[in-house]
């Protein structure tokens, strides 16, 4: 499941068992925005530092077109993005290797709430030349 091998797995094993906890009191059905508070007050109970919903300008061709929010940068090395559907797609993975190139990081975590067991994927930065 979490392999001591993977860049930075202490950290990502901490923020899934934190995901877990979430899930196991609160269960599926709530808005994402639940899932976010909870999972917020979780990781640092475990002693995580992070900031949410960090604003990051999207460029198309050097121009500023928009800008993306992504739920958690944990220690500054993890990117959490976090849904509450009754199943991941593709569009949803698409969306977290889109956030690892922006924000320019090498790991990234998506998790999803919305079903009745946790769901999480751990998204890699070879994962974007998948595309």
């Known amino acids: 499941m979490i392999k001591k091998e993977y860049l930075y797995s202490d950290i990502t094993e901490k923020i899934i068992g934190s995901a877990m906890t979430v899930h196991n009191i609160l269960g599926n059905g709530f808005q994402e925005v639940i899932y976010q508070r ?7 109970h475990q ?3 992070f900031s949410r919903e960090l604003e990051m300008p999207i460029f198309y061709r050097d121009e500023e077109i928009g800008t993306r929010r992504v739920d958690f ?3 500054e090395k993890i990117m959490v993005e976090i849904k509450a559907v ?3 797609n593709n569009t949803h993975l698409a ?3 889109n956030y690892l ?3 320019k990081m090498k790991v990234g975590l998506l998790i999803n709430f919305g079903q009745n ?3 999480f994927r751990r998204v890699n930065e070879p994962d ?3 595309k």
């Open 47 to 49: 002693g995580l530092s």
């Open 117 to 119: 067991s946790l769901e």
């Open 73 to 75: 940068f944990v220690e």
């Open 95 to 97: 969306q977290a290797i």
């Open 38 to 44: 909870a999972l917020a007050i979780e990781m640092a």
């Open 128 to 130: 974007k030349k998948k």
């Open 86 to 88: 009754s199943e991941l």
């Open 101 to 103: 190139e922006a924000y």
